[in-house]
Nanobody, 125 residues
Framework: QVQLVESGGGSVQAGESLRLSCVVN????????IGWFRQTPGKEERTGVA?????????YVVPPEKGRFTISQDSAKNTVFLEMNSLKEEDSAEYYC?????????????????WGQGTQVTVSS
């Protein structure tokens, strides 16, 4: 079983930065992919924005967010971070971290099956 706890959301002005944290509790930290997703009001779908393989440090950020978003980990603290810079109003969303077991690389975003409760990010102009 994997439990995920997000933190770090908040209200910021456009152009500012936020760092989200995802603490992973449970039996296994290594051997997981941890992904960050966001969901905007009125949409059912959660959209993947970044993921990392905790064992191999494989990391991926979706092309539209490359250069602004960075995913990283502190394996000693079982924590994955999402650093978001130059935030825009359209980045406003509920952000979730999720996990899936993995070996090499990470599977498609739709295969993630453990979810945290989310943290709200609001960006205003």
């Amino acid at each position: 079983q994997v439990q995920l706890v997000e933190s770090g959301g908040g209200s910021v002005q456009a152009g500012e930065s936020l760092r989200l944290s995802c603490v992973v509790n449970g039996d296994t930290y290594r051997g997981l992919c941890i992904g960050w997703f966001r969901q905007t009001p009125g949409k059912e779908e959660r959209t993947g924005v970044a993921e990392i393989n905790t064992a191999h440090d494989f990391a991926y950020v979706v092309p539209p967010e490359k250069g602004r978003f960075t995913i990283s980990q502190d394996s000693a603290k079982n924590t994955v971070f999402l650093e978001m810079n130059s935030l825009k109003e359209e980045d406003s969303a509920e952000y979730y971290c999720a996990a899936v077991q993995a070996t090499i690389g990470c599977p498609p975003f739709k295969q993630y099956n453990y979810w945290g409760q989310g943290t709200q990010v609001t960006v205003s102009s």
